[in-house]
């Protein structure tokens, strides 16, 4: 998955900036917002790299070790 940023204008007029829209590619995106935004004309988009690979992202075991040593790091100290 990725991350999708675009401005848009809706059929009123207004401008919408910094939508952001997670999905598999970017025509998946525009569908998605089009859904939202129903006659919109898209003014700019732009795709959002992830700087982490999902993995180290979403590492929860990693989390909890983090906190767990932290924890124990301040009983040591008292």
């Known amino acids: ?26 025509t998946t995106a525009e569908q998605r917002l089009k ?8 003014l700019e988009s732009k795709t959002f790299e992830d700087s982490l690979p999902r993995s180290e992202v979403s590492d929860l075991e990693g989390v909890i070790n983090l906190i767990t040593n932290e924890d124990r790091s301040k009983d040591a100290g008292k």
């Open 1 to 26: 998955m990725q991350k999708f940023g675009f401005r848009i204008q809706t059929r009123s007029g207004l401008v919408v900036e910094n939508l952001i829209i997670q999905a598999v590619d970017r």
């Open 35 to 42: 859904q939202m935004y129903i006659g919109c004309k898209v």
